[in-house]
């Protein structure tokens, strides 16, 4: 049995990530539409071998279950305080479904109601609801603002869905719905417009150096000696007691061979783009890393491969740059000295490169359909790319959290920094290599 499950964020009033939905996908088709006891078990055994803080964080998770799911207390395996139940017509056409969601919410958990029309079985369950979920797909549809006007006028909160483009955007923001989601809402919540001669900065000229397969030490110094900025910070996270270092580092030199090129890569992608408290530019730079993680685990894995793992690396990670940059990509790209085949991956979608990458981003999206087709095409099996998502997530989030919070004191002075910085990529050992390719 394939069982894929990705995460999609969930974005508050002040655009920042409140939470996940999760989603998942058995086989050719969703896991949601099989109603009997081996989809329940499935999803059971599934999470129960998940580590949910490492795959949510402290976010919590939007889940949709069916009856049966309902019935087996499989929303038990997460704590009350974590998980939003999620419920579709087939829930509120159950005979039991008042009942059931009676219980759920005495036992403290918050449900939240997909598709909700202006009808009695709708309206017979809302006193047990949080949250509404209101499609968005169709901004112009008059009943959005009368089931938002509804839904206020029961106190309950509401979250737009299928907020996938600036029109959508606007009518959430014009009714000043709680939570947004979408294929691209971090894309088109964010505000941060950065200037074409970015395009020019050391940054990007950094980011080439650090992903070479041979990084020149040398070049990379030359380059962050030019910016105060970087050199500050760089010299400022070396200095930090998350080394806890006997003397002060005074080079640049010196700090680079100490922080070692890995934890670099990561490092200057996040100075660049975080300089302000913007959440939103944080999950898009935290998107773009599990882009690139992914594609330099997965070509591991692609005998003959056109690209090598770090430019795989950048395949992912500058998919996110049109976006940030708020710049076409082609644009964005001009100046950058990357491979022909990666340029083409990324504008054309054309190559193994492309179909590397709408791998990445179909899985993303949990369009399982183009999944299965560019797996099909890669000759990857979903499982695999199942797993490796998983990996990647994590390895993710370990990055982050290095990256946010680098000048802790809590840190175990016995500990080597080496250990810390975890430049260990989320591609797997030599042993896994073979596991990938279809039986």
């Not at 691209?184 to 000229?205: C, P």
């Not at 070479?212 to 900025?229: A, F, H």
């Not at 083409?344 to 190559?351: S, Y």
Request: include cysteine; proline fraction near 3%.
């Amino acid at each position: 049995m394939q069982t894929c499950i990705v995460r999609q964020p969930i974005m508050n009033r002040e655009k920042k990530v409140a939470a996940y939905e999760v989603l998942f996908q058995e086989d050719e088709s969703s896991l949601y539409n099989q109603q009997d006891s081996r989809a329940a078990n499935a999803i059971q055994d599934f999470f129960m071998g998940l580590d949910q803080n490492n795959f949510l964080g402290d976010k919590d998770a939007f889940i949709t279950f069916t009856p049966n799911l309902l019935m087996k207390n499989i929303p038990r395996i997460f704590s009350e305080h974590r998980l939003v139940i999620q419920i579709e017509d087939n829930v509120i056409v159950h005979p039991l479904a008042q009942r059931i969601i009676c219980r759920y919410k005495k036992q403290g958990y918050r449900v939240a109601l997909m598709n909700f029309e202006f009808t009695q079985r709708c309206f017979g369950i809302l006193d047990d609801i949080s949250i509404i979920k209101i499609d968005f797909s169709n901004p112009e549809d008059p009943k959005i603002r009368q089931k938002v006007m509804v839904a206020r006028s029961f106190g309950k909160q509401v979250a737009a869905y299928n907020v996938n483009t600036e029109e959508a955007i606007k009518k959430a923001n014009e009714l000043a719905v709680d939570f947004y989601q979408g294929e691209n809402v971090a894309n088109l919540l964010s505000t941060n417009v950065h200037r074409m001669d970015h395009l020019q900065s050391n940054f990007f000229q950094l980011m080439v150096a650090v992903t070479k397969e041979e990084p020149n030490l040398d070049e990379i110094e030359r380059i962050i000696s030019q910016d105060v900025t970087l050199t500050y910070s760089l010299l400022k996270m070396v200095n930090s007691s998350y080394f806890a270092l006997r003397n002060k580092v005074k080079s640049v030199m010196q700090a680079l061979t100490i922080l070692g090129v890995g934890q670099l890569k990561q490092w200057v992608y996040l100075m660049s783009f975080s300089g302000e408290d913007d959440s939103v530019n944080n999950e898009l730079i935290r998107t773009a890393f599990l882009r690139g993680s992914m594609c330099q685990a997965l070509v591991d894995f692609l005998p003959d491969f056109p690209l090598s793992r770090s430019e795989s690396y950048l395949l992912g990670m500058f998919s996110t740059l049109d976006t940030l940059l708020q710049v076409p990509l082609e644009n964005a790209m001009e100046a950058l000295p990357v491979a022909d085949e990666l340029k083409q991956g990324l504008l054309t979608g054309e190559g193994k490169p492309g179909a590397l990458l709408r791998l990445v981003i179909d899985y993303e999206n949990a369009d399982w359909r183009g999944v299965s087709e560019a797996a099909k095409e890669l000759d990857l099996s979903m499982t695999f790319v199942a797993q490796k998502y998983l990996e990647c997530v994590e390895y993710v989030n370990d990055i982050w959290q290095d990256l946010m919070h680098p000048f802790e004191d809590q840190v175990d002075q016995d500990e080597k920094p080496a250990e810390r910085v975890g430049t260990q990529s989320a591609g797997g050992t030599e042993e896994t290599k073979q596991q990938g390719k279809k039986k």
